[in-house]
């Protein structure tokens, strides 16, 4: 994924106005700045995504779990954002059905068939075609780098809550929902200008 930079300002107005027009049901991928634990074992450097929902607010799925956010908000974030137009989708519907999981608790154990929601969960679970279908069907998690290792930290991380590692369990990531045919990704970033 080649992206190209276009710095734009804080406000929404410089948003829509600027560099990037964002509509209903379009999805916000956070770009991260260094690798952590989600890139080492994911496609690109890509660890969240964010469903917009109206010109200045996301839903989404963070440590505080299933919330309305500022779209100002995500950009105080170190690395930028890069939007990404999903096609096919009932925008509509795709919204509600996300909006239905606010107050839900994040899934810290990203496990599926459980009551909690991660990040890319509820694009998955959200995002429907005009009859209904879901659009992003699970793939296998993976927790290993690319030398197909299970990494050290997601061997310790899931240790400590009595788990083998879910490696290979039906899930999603963000990264890998980055890259799906029907997920058309933009080419110029969202992020604060630098303060001067």
């Known amino acids: 994924m080649k992206i190209h930079t276009c710095a734009v300002a804080l406000t929404i107005v410089s948003l829509l106005s600027g560099c990037q027009t964002l509509k209903t049901g379009d999805l916000l991928f956070h770009v991260a700045d260094k690798e952590n634990a989600i890139t080492t074992v994911t496609p690109g450097m890509i660890d969240h995504v964010a469903i917009v929902i109206s010109p200045d607010s996301v839903v989404e799925a963070v440590g505080k779990g299933v919330v309305k956010s500022s779209i100002a908000s995500l950009l105080e974030q170190d690395g930028y954002y890069v939007k990404a137009r999903v096609k096919g989708a009932d925008r509509q519907k795709s919204i509600q059905r996300a909006l239905e999981y606010l107050g839900r608790t994040y899934d810290y ?6 009551e909690s929601i991660y990040c890319s969960e509820l694009v998955q679970l959200a995002f429907v075609d005009k009859h209904g279908q879901p659009l ?14 299970i990494t050290d930290y997601w061997i310790h991380f899931y240790a400590r809550h009595g788990m083998e590692v879910p490696e290979g369990k039906p899930g999603t990531n963000p990264g890998e929902l980055s890259q799906r045919k029907n997920v058309k990704m933009g080419h110029r970033q969202l992020r604060k200008l630098p303060r001067r």
């Open 109 to 114: 154990l990203y496990l599926p068939d459980n």
């Open 136 to 149: 992003f069907s699970p793939v296998p998690m993976s927790f290993h780098d690319a030398s197909g290792q």
